[in-house]
């Protein structure tokens, strides 16, 4: 038998089964100022503070569209632009940093004006503002207010 109150919640009240920290309790600190930097994006994009860097980004709450937010956040605040599909390939904070380090160093070996101008960073940018004000709305809602 398992007890449902014993799993992590969502903002919405429901169980997450399987997030948050591992049940024995080795959540690994960032140690590096990458993995530092990575785990606030994290924290911010899933208003979860109890993750280390071997915890899996969909098990502690992320999907999808927090992913998009996540790569939005990696390209403002650390200046890496990443494929979407990293963090789904790479979900841990620990590999993240491999890959955002990789990146980093492969763009600074290529000039600015070589740069493709795929259109991928205006997508991020649009899911990251809807998911923004989905949780706007979320938020009002909760709150008892009404627009």
Known sequence: MVLSWAFPK????????????????DTVPPRTATERALW??????????????HDSFFLIGGHSLLASVVRTSVRERLGV?????????????????VEVERAADEAAAVPVSARP?????QLDGLVAELER???????????????
């Open 10 to 25: 969502t903002r919405g009240g429901a169980s997450r089964k399987g997030a948050g920290d591992p049940p024995d309790g």
């Open 40 to 53: 606030e994006i994290w924290a911010d994009a899933l208003r979860v503070r109890s993750f280390g860097v």
């Open 81 to 97: 632009a990443l494929p979407l599909r990293t963090l789904f390939d790479v979900p841990t904070l620990a590999g993240l940093a």
């Open 117 to 121: 101008d795929d259109g991928s960073e």
């Open 133 to 147: 004000l989905a949780e706007s709305r979320r938020a009002e809602g909760r709150a008892g207010g009404s627009a």
